[in-house]
């Protein structure tokens, strides 16, 4: 059995309030059941690998085969809790080493 190739998604996340950790893998969860429901969140395999709070930079990992589908339904997401917020894809990465630039919690850890 071959295992899924997957891609490492950067977003910046922009709304007049400051998000924590947990209020953004809420809203990258949401956003993605909303447009491809759970059948294809399944499939896409979302995974909030990283967040910076100072910047408001999320770092996600996903299935390649739904790359499009997960960047469509971050795209598209305006609203959570009664915020306004978007969502703008920055970089897309292929491991997690590329990824680890904007994001202090990565930089002192080793991957495979």
């Known amino acids: ?26 809203l990258a969860y949401e956003a993605v059941f909303s447009l491809i429901g759970e059948q294809g969140a399944s499939k896409a395999a979302i995974q909030l690998k990283a967040f910076n709070s100072e910047k408001q930079l999320l770092l996600l990992k996903c299935a390649l085969i739904s790359e499009t589908e997960v960047i469509a339904a971050l795209s598209l997401k305006t609203q959570f809790k009664g915020e306004k917020v978007s969502l703008h894809l920055q970089q897309i990465f292929g491991t997690l080493d590329k990824a680890k630039g904007g994001f202090p919690s990565l930089k002192d850890r080793k991957f495979r």
């Open 1 to 26: 059995m071959m295992r899924d190739k997957r891609r490492y998604l950067e977003f910046f996340l922009e709304s007049a309030k400051k998000f924590t950790e947990e209020e953004s893998k809420h």
